[in-house]
């Protein structure tokens, strides 16, 4: 078989054939990227000898792999002779270059100690991880390998979408094709695009000219929203009514403890600190505090959870309106939220729906746009994901996200600088000792 053999679609020669680390292509139903892909993948098996890795999310089965897609090409270019089609892989008989078939999600120890891949295609790859790519990325270290990133974009805050598209990651080639671009595309399926087009516009935008959702149904907070939340234009924001601290304290050596400060409708002042112990952290707040020369701290919301503790206790010292936030406390609507941490965060989305200003901040950004909610399946109530499936996510603890949220911890009376619902937090704290 020579390379003769056209592409499937003409406006992908050139992509498949330029020189780069990462192939990405993107877009909307009907594109024909995976059968472009496919036939690809085929063509070059056919004239040199690849290790091929074939991945995506979730397998079950060999038949929810793209196997059954290239066989079919393969039998499309009448190659069948040329190939061993196994049950689990395919090889070429002369070429003696093969294809692994692996789903991510319950493989991931195999695909990390793979050697010798040439090409890994990752097929459905908007649900990729940032964690899951940091392993497989330098998994793919032969000279000359590439990664191939297919998918059809879903939401804005997906990782795929965002490192690849919109950053632009160096040393990669992208392209975005629709089922406009597609001269094989059947009249039946053109039929039911047109149909989509005129009864749902937006439908139509996502699904077949590959613009991203906002977020999906379980998203908090909206792309857009956040957007307009860390607008820098602050002109009318009522900066007025409570000036409180937000601390969120690092609990593993990679996470950063936080702090972040409030006044009325606006959030700021946002940093971070690495390698802290309890003692220079509290001693870091206590600095941050002693410069604050127009008004006085209303509250220090600090989470006490893991070793937040020891920053709680100092700080006490100190003297400061210091706030046990321990967010896996009851929530005080306890009859819609499982706990503090839920119903802090809705809080926080009310606030920044009302025109509250957070910092303009990449990170935090991508850590808010991160954060899902479901309802428990045992009673019912709200309840936020994870910390620890969101540093699945995003690659790191959404610590950040976690400072602004503490804001909203409970209530403070500013006329009374609130001591009495200090003092039945100090008593609350007590009783969990």
Known sequence: MSDSIPSLLPPLRKFWKTRS??????????GGKSYSAAQHLILLACNYRLKILCIRQYQNNIRESVYTLLKNVIFSFGVEDEFEILKTTIRNKKTKSEFIFYGIARNFEEIKSMEGVDIC????????????????NPTIRKEHSEVWVIFNPQHKSDYIWKDFVVKKRKNSVVLKINYDE????????????EETKEEDPDLFEHLYLGKPREGDDRSLFSYNEIEDAMNEDLEGVDKSGIFSYGVD????GSDKSCLSKRRGYHIYGLK??????TMELANAVSSEYSLEVDKKVNAVFVDTIGVGSGVMDRLEEKGYNAIDANASMKADSNDTYINKRAEMYFLLRDFIRKGGKVPNDEELKEEL???????????????IQAK????????????????????????????????????????LRGARR
Do not use: W
């Open 388 to 427: 620890d499936e969101i540093k699945e996510i995003i690659g790191r603890s959404p610590d950040k996200a976690d400072s602004v949220a503490l804001h909203f911890f409970s209530e403070v009376r500013i006329d009374k600088c609130d001591f009495a619902n200090i003092s039945k937090q100090r008593f």
């Open 272 to 277: 971070t600190y690495l390698g802290y112990s």
């Open 182 to 193: 597609n001269i094989h595309l059947s009249n039946t399926l053109l039929e039911v695009i």
């Open 21 to 30: 680390r990462y192939k990405v292509l993107y877009g909307g139903r009907g």
């Open 121 to 136: 295609y990752i097929e459905e790859a908007h649900s990729l991880t940032k964690a899951q790519f940091d392993v497989i």
């Open 369 to 383: 746009l991160a954060i899902r909610y479901f309802y428990s399946k045992s009673n019912g109530k709200i309840q």
């Open 249 to 252: 304290v690092a609990r593993y």
